[in-house]
């Protein structure tokens, strides 16, 4: 399966079915995780653990969200510069890897209990838990809390339509799908991207061949949804074949309600 497969395959599985990782599965994962890196610089690490406490099964705390999960991967970086811009990108990494292998995932930022995952890993000085995921095998059934997080008239496509998120030369030009030329399906792959409550909190304005990213919010996840969406970006335009490079320019446009973070350009 391929990256962009991967990408619109992905769902969020809150109901697992208890059956843990196989060990073929646990060192195809471990291997993936050793032969890839935060992009940016960033210091982050990915640890796969299954939850155990003196080799019996541990719970962990989840507020509910996540049902019959039995292994998990954990998102733990260093404080710096693109720090959760560049370890979400890893995780996504991670996430898709994952996803191709038949396995469900779910990102959890904030519903988990911090306490009960730290007892599975030994944190380094300077490191933080930032994100947690579930890795297993979807049960396929829906619990009332599904429902609640997830309505069904929202599984199919809750994202916001290509033209009121991406922009052609600055944010007064909605650029169109027709329009956006070689990136179109690299954007189209953001678009699908996750993000936290789905408010896709990114935006980007193609002017030329070079393609401006943002950030239209500052609550506490938006550096991670735009991690997430440039690995979507970059990933895709690897597996096309389009050549570029992320570069933090000086002269992207200004906008009073985005922030302004890195630039693609082509190559």
Request: with cysteine; aromatic share 12%.
């Amino acid at each position: 399966m391929s990256i962009i497969e991967a990408i619109r395959k992905r769902e969020s599985v809150r109901t697992y079915t208890d059956e843990r990782l196989t060990h073929e599965q646990v060192n195809e994962i471990e291997r993936f995780i050793g032969e890839t890196k935060a992009p940016f610089g960033v210091d982050a690490r990915i640890v796969l653990i299954h939850a155990e406490a003196d080799e019996k099964p541990a719970k962990l705390g989840t507020y509910g969200y996540i049902s019959g999960a039995t292994d998990y991967i954990m998102l733990i970086y260093k404080e710096s510069s693109f720090a959760e811009v560049g370890s979400a990108y890893l995780f996504e990494q991670i996430v898709l890897f994952c996803t191709n292998l038949g396995l469900g995932t779910c990102w959890l930022g904030g519903s988990f209990n911090r306490g009960s995952f730290k007892k599975q890993v030994d944190l380094l000085l300077g490191e933080k838990l930032r994100i947690v995921s579930p890795i297993g095998y979807n049960s396929g059934k829906r619990r009332f809390l599904d429902s609640l997080i997830k309505p069904k008239k929202q599984i199919k496509n809750p994202r916001k339509p290509f033209n009121t998120i991406f922009y052609n030369k600055d944010f007064s030009s909605p650029l169109e799908e027709n329009t956006a030329g070689i990136y179109f399906l690299p954007l189209e792959m953001v678009r699908l991207g996750p993000s936290a409550n789905n408010k896709q909190s990114w935006r980007v304005v193609m002017n030329g061949e070079i393609l401006h990213f943002y950030k239209t919010f500052s609550y506490g996840f938006s550096d991670i949804d735009l991690g997430i969406a440039l690995c979507h970006f970059e990933q895709s335009c690897i597996e096309l074949g389009i050549k570029g490079r992320f570069k933090v320019l000086d002269n992207a446009p200004a906008n009073k309600s985005a922030q302004y973070t890195i630039s693609w350009i082509s190559e």
